[in-house]
């Protein structure tokens, strides 16, 4: 058993007995091949989540400073996420995130580039449209309601794979991109409006 299967194993029951976690769609989740996942951001507790409601690896990408906390930045790297710097472009964490799309595996994204205290829905940034359409893999987007207190319910719901294909150029400009992110973001939206 991996050390990600482990992890994921144990924060499930803990998710489980503590905050009541439950979840739609996870048939809308493909067995195999690559994936991006989009949803909200509210908590710090989002990607574990995340992982604790599907059934496969999910590669997130995390901020370059939670990598420089020893036990946390080791154990992050074990359980396949990686760094990225905020700051601005990050190239080698955009080389990361496409590497693993060839290679079959779950790309996990925050659109809101951070969390949201509100709970409300902010603009996505350009990021997680790129990725989509460079990559062209499937892209499913999740709603994630939870006010993370004891015994409150977390509520997880995987949406249908969204249809990117009228977005699809041969040059994409930043007006496309943000075009496909706001669509993107809808998606999201209508997520979570099915959950509240």
Known sequence: MSLYTFARVLIKGYLKTFYKLKVY???NIPKEGPLILISNHISNFDPVVIACSVNRKVHFMAKKELFDIPILGSFL???G???INRGG???KAIKTALDLLKEQEVLGIFPEGTRSKDKELKPGLPGA???ALK???KVIPIGIDSS???FQPIIVNIGNPIQLDSFKKEKVSS???TETMTFMMAQIKKQLEEIK
Do not use: H, I, M
Request: hydrophobic letters at 40%; zero cysteines; a positive charge.
């Open 135 to 137: 990559s062209d893999v």
């Open 148 to 150: 993370y207190k004891w």
């Open 129 to 131: 449209a790129l990725f």
């Open 25 to 27: 769609g996870v048939k």
């Open 175 to 177: 007006e496309d991109l």
């Open 77 to 79: 790297k074990k359980v």
């Open 81 to 83: 996420q990686f760094p």
């Open 89 to 91: 472009s990050d190239r």
